[in-house]
C-alpha cells in the first residue's frame, strides 16, 4: 500500500530533550515536506526537501532541523523542544510536477511539557 | 496573511442540503487542490485541478478552478454525515511550493 509513515502518533516530552520524528514513504517521491497544524493558523509548512540531500525552509523553520540521505526518509528533529512547539505533525510527499497532490501521513501529535 | 482565504470558515447543515465553499486568493497557481481532514488524521487528496475555469466531478462533489487560476470552489449536492469534516484548499506555484487555505469546517446533521 502507498503511504507516508510517520512515527511515533503521540509523544509527550521535557522542554529541552532533544526528539526525532521520522518519516518514510514508500512512493519514490522526490518532494517531501514537514507541516505543523495549530488551531486557527491552518497548515504551516516547517521544511521541505526536492530531492536527496536538497533541503529548504519552509514558512516556520526555527527550532526545527531535517535530513534527507534517502529519497525515502525525512526525519525532524527538535533539538531543543520548547512548549511553543506543543502541536499536530504530518509529513508530506509528493511527485513533483504542477499536476500532482500531497500524501499525508496520519500524524504526531506532540506536546512538550 | 494567508495567501489563500477560505469561505465559511464552519458550516452546519442538514444532511441531503447543498453547499458551495470558496477559496480565494490574489495570486496565480499553476494548479490547486483540495482536501479533506478527518479529526485526528491526514489530509486526504480530493482533486486536482490544472487548467483555468476547468471543472471536474466526483460523484456528488463539483470543484471549479477560476479562468484566471486564482480561486476555486467546492460544491457538495445533497450533503451526506460522511461529508462531515475540514476541507482544504491548496495552490502550487513554481517550484512545487503549495499554500494552504485555512479550512472549512463542515458538519452534516442527520
Known amino acids: 500500500e502507498a503511504q507516508v509513515t510517520q512515527n511515533p502518533r503521540y509523544l509527550i516530552t521535557v522542554t529541552g530533550k532533544k526528539l526525532t520524528v521520522t518519516c518514510s514513504q514508500n512512493?519514490?517521491?522526490?518532494?517531501m515536506s514537514w507541516y505543523r497544524q495549530d488551531p486557527g493558523l491552518g497548515l504551516r509548512q516547517i521544511y521541505y526537501?526536492?530531492?536527496?540531500?536538497?533541503?529548504d525552509k519552509g514558512d516556520v523553520p526555527e527550532g526545527y532541523k531535517v535530513s534527507r540521505k534517502e529519497k525515502r526518509n525525512f526525519p525532524l528533529i527538535l533539538e531543543s523542544p520548547s512548549p511553543n512547539q506543543t502541536s499536530l505533525y504530518f509529513c508530506?510527499?509528493?511527485?513533483?510536477?504542477?499536476?500532482?497532490?500531497?500524501?499525508f501521513g496520519s500524524g504526531t501529535r506532540l506536546t512538550v511539557v | 496573511t494567508q495567501l489563500l482565504e477560505q469561505s465559511p470558515q464552519f458550516l452546519s447543515i442538514q444532511e441531503g442540503e447543498n453547499l458551495t465553499v470558496y477559496c480565494n486568493s490574489s495570486?496565480?497557481?499553476?494548479?490547486l487542490q483540495w482536501y479533506r481532514q478527518e479529526p485526528g488524521e491526514g489530509p486526504v487528496l480530493l482533486v486536482t485541478?490544472?487548467?483555468?475555469?476547468e471543472v471536474k466531478k466526483l460523484k456528488r462533489l463539483t470543484f471549479q478552478f477560476g479562468d484566471a487560476r486564482k480561486d476555486s470552489s467546492l460544491h457538495i449536492t445533497a450533503a451526506q454525515p460522511g461529508d462531515t469534516g475540514l476541507y482544504l484548499c491548496?495552490?502550487?506555484?513554481?517550484?512545487?511550493?503549495?499554500?494552504f487555505g485555512t479550512g472549512t469546517s463542515l458538519t452534516v446533521i442527520p
Open positions: 508530506a510527499s509528493s511527485v513533483r510536477g504542477r499536476g500532482y497532490g500531497y500524501t
Open positions: 491548496a495552490g502550487v506555484r513554481t517550484g512545487n511550493q503549495f499554500y
Open positions: 495570486s496565480v497557481f499553476s494548479s
Open positions: 485541478v490544472v487548467t483555468g475555469g
Open positions: 512512493m519514490n517521491h522526490e518532494y
Open positions: 526537501s526536492m530531492n536527496v540531500e536538497v533541503t
